[in-house]
């Protein structure tokens, strides 16, 4: 439910208003719109006075706003129909990032966490393919807005983070947060132990003996440090061994680490699982795939393929 994000501030009824907009179902509701604000500043309150006062509207024209340090503002129910996107307004839930074509990175945890609530809202139907920008609607592709690539943000939520964040930061003793959770169920996956605090997140003493523990085994500078080297050794022993299961319907396998048409193999279907040796490169792009226990190939995108 988005009304329990931490991070949510409930301005429905502190924003300015002059009427109000028309009500909808949420069954209605076939897309989240994402937009910004075009400014380097601003909030709700802000936007309210000028969609009011300037443009006669009944309030602000999105139903949420995402301020720089990430606070995400609720400014109209997403049962009524507010004024974002011009002749494509009734099924859309509108989402102003405050910022000209660039953002925070609490703004971008923000927008990922509202937008998966949102497609999580019991009546709401919308899929990942139906979080757009503004400028993604017909008749509006000479817009700049939302001044990001939709397709990488697309992208980072099918692989469930945000767009940008750096996913094998450096970490060192004393670090926390969901990355080093990340990499302690990745020590984990290796075989080092974590017998008295697992995973939770914090880069204490018993994390730094399993990272030197897996260094020393790996042939690595031991320093306790997950770096690039640790990190690309973490990733390589996560995998080996275990199953990836097609989710898509049908699925080509390949010959070679390549998207060539003669690297064509065959195909797989949905449920099918195969067993991973390693994950590779495809050449000359940084798209990844799995080696197969049989010697094919096959596409690593989390879209595609869960490991299990
Ligand atoms: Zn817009």
């Known amino acids: 439910m988005f009304q329990q994000l931490p991070q949510l501030v409930d301005v429905r009824g502190s924003v300015k208003r002059d009427g109000s907009y028309q009500k909808r179902s949420l069954s209605q509701i076939t897309g989240i719109a994402r937009h910004h604000s075009a400014t380097t500043s601003g909030d709700a309150f802000s936007f309210a006075n000028y969609h009011v006062d300037s443009l006669g509207w009944p309030s602000v024209g999105y139903h949420f706003v995402i301020t720089k ?48 609530a949102l497609r999580g809202t019991d009546g709401v139907g919308v899929s990942i393919g139906d979080v757009k920008g503004h400028r993604e609607y017909p008749g509006h592709s000479s817009n700049t807005c939302p001044g990001i690539d939709m397709d990488s ?77 640790t990190w690309e050794a ?32 065959g195909t797989v279907s949905q449920g099918e699982a195969f067993t991973i040796m390693e994950k590779v490169n495809v050449d000359g792009s940084s798209t990844e795939m799995f080696r197969l226990k049989s010697g094919l190939y096959i596409t690593a995108h989390p879209g595609y393929v869960q490991v299990k």
């Open 69 to 116: 340090d990430g606070t995400i503002q609720w400014a109209n129910g997403i049962d009524r129909i507010s004024y974002h996107v011009g002749n494509n307004n009734t099924p859309l839930i509108g989402v102003c990032l405050v910022g000209s074509s660039s953002f925070t990175e609490a703004q971008e945890r923000s927008f990922f966490d509202l937008q998966a």
């Open 234 to 265: 973490l990733e390589a022993s996560a995998v080996k061994g275990k199953l990836a299961v097609v989710l898509a319907e049908v699925l080509n396998v390949r010959s070679r680490p390549s998207f060539d048409a003669d690297a064509v193999a």
């Open 153 to 229: 943000v697309r992208e980072a939520v099918r692989e469930g983070h945000p767009v940008g964040e750096d996913l094998t930061p450096t970490l060192r003793p004393g670090d926390n947060g969901p990355a080093v959770a990340r990499m302690q169920q990745m020590l984990l996956d290796a075989g080092e132990k974590l017998p008295l605090y697992g995973t939770d997140g914090d880069f204490g003493d018993e994390t730094e003996n399993a990272v030197r523990s897996f260094q020393e085994s790996q042939n690595l500078n031991v320093d306790g440090v997950v770096g690039p080297n």
